[in-house]
């Protein structure tokens, strides 16, 4: 079955301890891309990649950083978390020449 | 900078009867819209784009939307709305002409609307 999947579902941290939310799609696609969600605001755009080894930021990428090595993963990496990125978060793909946007299910994130 | 409006938190409408979800957007050149659902729990649903061409656009579900240049709106519309079409609509743009220098890959979201369809 095509998909983009995330782990976890489900996180809860503390301020200042790093964390990795992964993501993975399995229909070869070129583009990947992550976004927050928060009430009133919508989704927002933190990075995307076109690529392997091709990623540029969004509108909100402070504070996140990503990786591409594989084009299957893209992680979203939060080296020292704060309250203010507390936030649904969702990972999406795409194949090239298409635009329609695949997404994951989403990981819930509170960090105290 | 591109951006897109939808004016309305919560569209409440009985079944049966037609619906719309307002969108405008602003973008520097031609547009790319999109339509997406989220329903609890779950992650967004593509529902229709416009590219180019026909200004009617037709998608899953029995949904559609009319792209209108002059006014920059791309309204979402279903001719007898379902109990079951309750959720959280997203319009969505990407500025085409952007993508030669790299910048049309950015897609900008709504806020969303929350729709409610009531027996």
């Known amino acids: 079955e095509a998909q983009v999947t995330q782990n976890p579902r489900y996180l809860i941290t503390v301020t200042g301890k790093k964390l990795t939310v992964t993501c993975s799609q399995n229909?070869?696609?070129?583009?990947m891309s992550w976004y927050r969600q928060d009430p009133g605001l919508g989704l927002r755009q933190i990075y995307y990649s076109m690529n392997v080894e091709v990623t540029d930021k969004g509108d909100v990428p402070e504070g996140y950083k990503v990786s591409r090595k594989e084009k299957r993963n893209f992680p979203l990496i939060l080296e020292s978390p704060s309250p203010n990125q507390t936030s649904l978060y969702f990972c999406?793909?795409?194949?090239?020449?298409?635009?329609?946007?695949?997404f994951g299910s989403g990981t819930q994130l509170s960090v105290l | 900078a591109q951006s897109v409006a939808q004016p309305e938190d919560q569209v409440n409408v009985a079944e049966g009867n037609p619906l719309t979800v307002k969108c405008t957007y602003s973008v520097s050149g031609n547009p790319y819209l999109f339509w997406y659902v989220q329903y609890p729990n779950r992650g967004l649903q593509f529902l229709l784009k416009y590219i180019t061409g026909d200004n009617l656009v037709k998608g899953s579900y029995g949904f559609e939307a009319e792209f209108n240049k002059s006014q920059t709106s791309f309204h979402l519309k279903k001719p007898s709305a379902l109990v079951s079409d309750s959720a959280l609509y997203f319009c969505?743009?990407?500025?085409?002409?952007?993508?030669?220098?790299?910048?049309?890959?950015?897609?900008?979201f709504g806020t969303g609307t929350q729709l409610k369809v009531e027996l």
């Open positions: 999406a793909s795409r194949g090239t020449g298409t635009e329609k946007l695949f």
């Open positions: 229909m070869n696609h070129e583009y």
């Open positions: 969505a743009v990407r500025d085409r002409s952007l993508i030669l220098t790299g910048g049309g890959n950015k897609l900008t």
